[in-house]
């Protein structure tokens, strides 16, 4: 079977692309205007070990929404990778890791399978119809280059990114311990 022809990758890389990078930046437009908009968000950090809450929710929802929209234009796209990696191992983190694996019990998958995602698109590139590609830069960026950048400049904000602000609110002792 032959591989993907140059004009079907770069439409097949443009629809992977926008659709990974608009539903990620959906979950930053859904944290600062829905339900109960940033501030709410801003209480639900704070409740979970990220503070400030307020500086938490809004960067949170802004580097979603940026990087979403980034990944989905195929403009800087291993950055906007390295991005979304690092979001996604700050919510694996703090959200998710004690659920276990399972999306179906609260768990890891989801963002383990996004920063996979963004790490590949990064690897093999945004294609012929991005940004990156009419401005020069895809083919410099893409490849090894590319999930380097988007699995190793990812992790390392990620765990910075935790190690100099999560601060996990102690256990409270159940009723039957007091």
Request: net charge negative.
């Amino acid at each position: 079977m032959d591989g993907l022809g140059a004009g079907e990758f770069a439409l097949v890389a443009l629809v992977f692309r926008v659709a990974i990078g608009i539903t990620f930046a959906s979950h930053g437009w859904a944290k600062r205007f829905s339900g109960g908009g940033l501030s709410g968000t801003a209480g639900w950090f704070d409740s979970i070990g990220m503070k400030p809450g307020t500086f938490h929710a809004t960067t949170a929802s802004t580097m979603e929404m940026a990087t979403g929209v980034a990944l989905a234009l195929g403009f800087l796209t291993p950055f906007a990778g390295a991005g979304i990696v690092a979001i996604m191992i700050v919510a694996g983190w703090t959200v998710h890791r004690t659920n276990g694996f399972a999306i179906v019990g609260d768990g890891w998958e989801y963002t383990f399978v996004v920063a996979i995602t963004a790490v590949a698109i990064a690897g093999f590139g945004p294609g012929d119809y991005s940004i990156d590609h009419a401005i020069g830069i895809a083919d410099g960026l893409n490849g090894t280059t590319g999930w380097l950048i988007a699995g190793g400049l990812g992790i390392v904000a990620g765990i910075g990114h935790l190690t100099t602000f999560y601060r996990p609110n102690p256990p409270q002792p159940a009723e039957a311990d007091i």
